[in-house]
């Protein structure tokens, strides 16, 4: 399958995440047991094999460290579970993926009545929208998160947003806009996220995750932390409406949860680098 593809450096962390989700599909004991991402990642290989990128090859040989994997995987599992839970309450709701890349989550999730949306970058929309088929409640929509006219297809009385690796690589200035947005617009809305700590975007951390994103990853040249926060609840003094829910770390994970991981779970300096918080965006009374 010839694909046209045209892609910048932050949307390509899609395709690092869709190769974690194979390596464990086919994995002995995996996680997440994305099957189709093995179909979809073997599509790309062409394309792979004869790019000049560094990290398309890295992907095209497999080259991913376990640890990244075991931590995609854990977080995209839990990610599933938030919107499980929540279509438990509301099963005609409608899911706002995000950032959503080259993921599967609609197929993992769909349990017929709820309404879901993928929302990427238009270069990462226009590969998707080659290998993903819209279906009556599944719809792609092909524009920055930040052009918020979007949030006008969402009608359901309950929505549920989730953002995966997304908000941390872009201005706080524009989240928190977002985030105004969606609590005006929409009934209440819950939203997951993942967040970075605030204290790693300054100084010799700053520095040593860069070299992490750019070296080690072979992310491009544009992919950077830009966005953080302190703690879980930094983002409830944004607006008197907004209500912090719950936070989780993948340290967090039964899986990882032995000998010293156990004690990190319950470090906050470590649990809290690069973590997930749940939140509700209340109206205003």
């Given at each position: 399958m010839a694909l046209n593809i045209d892609i910048n450096d932050i949307s390509e962390t899609a395709f690092l995440t869709l190769q974690c989700h194979a390596i464990d599909a086919q994995s002995a004991t995996p996680i997440l047991n994305d099957r189709s991402s093995v179909n979809t990642l073997n599509v790309l290989k062409d394309y792979f094999s004869e790019s000049k990128s560094a990290l398309h090859k890295k992907l095209f040989q497999n080259k991913?460290?376990?640890?990244?994997v075991t931590y995609t995987v854990l977080r995209a599992r839990k990610y599933d579970r938030y919107i499980?839970?929540?279509?438990?309450?509301?099963?005609d709701a409608a899911i706002v993926n995000i950032g959503c890349g080259l993921d599967h989550r609609f197929e993992r999730v769909n349990n017929g009545s709820i309404s879901f949306f993928d929302l990427d970058l238009p270069d990462i929309m226009n590969i998707k929208k080659q290998l993903f088929q819209e279906q009556a409640?599944?719809?792609?929509?092909?524009?920055?998160?930040?052009?918020?006219?979007?949030?006008?297809?969402?009608?359901a009385e309950h929505v549920m947003l989730v953002a995966e690796g997304v908000f941390m690589y872009c201005d706080e200035r524009d989240v928190k806009r977002l985030f105004m947005a969606l609590q005006e617009k929409l009934n209440n809305?819950?939203?997951?996220?993942?967040?970075?700590?605030?204290?790693?975007?300054?100084?010799?951390?700053?520095?040593?995750?860069?070299?992490?994103?750019?070296?080690e990853l072979k992310l491009g040249a544009g992919t950077s932390f830009k966005f953080g926060i302190p703690d879980?609840?930094?983002i409830v003094h944004w607006s008197p409406g907004f209500r912090l829910v719950d936070d989780w770390s993948y340290l967090d994970s039964d899986e990882l949860n032995?000998?010293?991981?156990?004690?990190?779970?319950?470090?906050?300096?470590?649990?809290?680098?690069?973590?997930?918080?749940?939140?509700?965006?209340?109206?205003?009374?």
């Open positions: 991913v460290r376990p640890s990244l499980t839970k929540f279509m438990e309450k509301y099963p409640n599944y719809n792609q929509i092909s524009q920055s998160v930040f052009d918020l006219d979007w949030i006008e297809k969402i009608e809305p819950e939203i997951v996220f993942e967040v970075f700590s605030a204290k790693w975007l300054t100084g010799w951390r700053k520095k040593l995750m860069d070299f992490k994103l750019k070296k879980s609840d930094a032995t000998g010293l991981m156990r004690f990190f779970s319950r470090n906050d300096a470590l649990r809290k680098v690069q973590w997930t918080v749940h939140y509700a965006l209340n109206k205003i009374e």
